[in-house]
């Protein structure tokens, strides 16, 4: 091999890998926040409107949603080639009701006081237009390692916004923040609680259902002003 096709080969590969490189980071950004599931697709609405009282809520039903995210999409995404395309629907809501089983029973296992708080919404993972929408709109035709990213970032982004609508509840309803979290990480997540306010007379609409769509609409509003501002600023 010669000098300058030894050189072109190693440009070839920096470029690949570089292209690579900028992929998976357009795949992680477009998850969490330029594609957001929950504030630019208004997907999976009921759940998070309903769970998200709480940080401690809002973060379980968050991390069970990106897990069922995660395994969904590389095991479809490893199937792809195998999988008929006239049925490819019913086997796809197989493969996450499966799934949602088996989280299920781990978190009945080992956070059972969490789980009993989530009840419904944690089977109902299976219904969300989140994990079918993924698992028909990219697992099922890009490669394992993009899945897995593509998976992560979307439950990411959920988990992010569910999280900050918790706190901002949580906050204006009861004065603290992240109380429930011993039902997640055990007992010596008590000393996490705060106590910022001391409220006589509690925001109590912050943490019933009004509360929710009217947080969901600041943090729509918050996400639509900065990415205004960062158009004008390019």
């Known amino acids: 091999m010669t000098s300058e096709s030894a050189l072109e080969k190693d440009a070839s590969l920096v470029e690949t890998h ?15 926040w330029g594609n957001n599931a929950s504030l630019v697709q208004l997907l999976g609405l009921c759940p998070l409107l309903a769970v998200s009282n709480s940080v401690a809520n809002a973060l379980g039903l968050g991390l069970a949603t990106t897990v069922v995210l995660i ?13 008929p395309q006239e049925i490819r629907i019913p086997i796809y809501v197989m493969i996450i009701a499966t799934t949602v089983t088996a989280v299920q029973f781990l978190m009945n296992a080992y956070t059972y006081s969490l789980y009993q708080t989530l009840g419904i919404f944690i089977p ?8 079918i929408g993924r698992a028909e709109a990219f697992a099922s035709k890009n490669s394992l390692g993009y899945s ?46 705060l106590d910022i306010l001391s409220l006589k007379t509690p925001f109590l609409i912050a943490i019933l259902p009004a509360g929710a769509f009217i947080g969901l609409a600041l943090l729509l509003a918050i996400k639509n002003v900065i990415d205004d501002k960062r158009k004008k600023n390019q």
């Not at 570089?18 to 969490?32: D, K, M, N, P, R």
């Not at 395994?71 to 999988?83: C, E, G, K, M």
């Not at 109902?124 to 994990?131: P, Q």
């Open 71 to 83: 395994a969904t999409n590389s095991v479809i995404s490893l199937f792809r080639r195998f999988i």
């Open 18 to 32: 570089s292209h690579t490189q900028q992929h998976w980071y357009h795949i992680l950004v477009q998850g969490v």
């Open 148 to 193: 897995l990213l593509d998976g992560l970032a979307m439950g990411l982004g959920m988990t992010l916004t569910l999280v900050l609508l918790g706190a901002l509840r949580e906050f204006l309803g009861t004065g603290k923040l992240f109380y429930g979290l011993e039902n997640l990480f055990g007992e010596g997540a008590r000393s996490w609680h």
């Open 124 to 131: 109902l993972i299976v219904t969300n237009c989140i994990v």
